[in-house]
């Protein structure tokens, strides 16, 4: 089981290096977002775009069209263009969650030092596991809304956080991003 996990998550990975977003991508996204929340979108890695696009498309199949959602598809990963990933750090991200995602936690709960990432081993692990709240600062930042600030803050906590959301509307979207977010 975790072996298929692992060689899943290496052709999500695979995926995330070769596909860029086109201009018509870019297009809709732009349709979609406030010219700041756009600017955001541009700040990431074209990998986390293309990403964002795939769990964007993942949710209109789905039939979900809530406009915090869509927003926050797009940008769920934003917190990510603080520090950018490295090639190698993304590959142990992703073996490492596969086969010890209990330390991935604790490793990436590491405090940071006036907002520097360690240029130890644990960079990447903070990076992966504290972008959602640096996320939703930037979102905040953009003027987005309190439910889109709110999904991009617990994108990546399991359900453990769906009490923070009052409403059984917004848990619903909560849950969704996480299962669009988990297969793009
Ligand atoms: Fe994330
Ligand atoms: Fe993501």
Redesign the pocket.
């Given at each position: 089981m975790k072996l298929a996990r692992i060689l899943y998550r290496a052709h999500q990975f695979w995926q995330a290096l070769v596909k860029k977003p086109t201009k018509s991508d870019l297009e809709f996204v732009e349709s979609l977002l406030t010219p700041s929340e756009y600017l955001l979108f541009r700040r990431m890695h074209w990998s986390e775009q293309a990403h964002g696009l795939r769990v964007l498309r993942s949710l209109l199949d789905r039939g979900e069209h809530h406009p915090d959602l869509l927003k926050a598809a797009l940008l769920?990963?934003v917190?990510?263009s603080c520090f950018p990933l490295r090639l190698w750090e993304r590959v142990v991200i992703v073996v490492a969650k596969a086969v010890v995602p209990g330390r991935v936690i604790r490793w990436g709960a590491s405090p940071m030092l006036e907002n520097q990432a360690p240029a130890d081993w644990r960079r990447g692990f903070i990076i992966?596991e504290q972008?959602?709240g640096w996320?939703a600062r930037m979102a905040a930042e953009a003027g987005m809304s309190p439910l889109a600030i709110a999904l991009i803050r617990y994108?990546?906590n399991g359900m453990s956080d769906v009490g923070k959301f009052s409403h059984s509307l917004d848990r619903h979207l909560l849950h969704v991003l996480q299962a669009a977010?988990e297969e793009s």
């Open positions: 769920h990963d917190g990510k992966s972008h959602p996320g994108h990546q977010d």
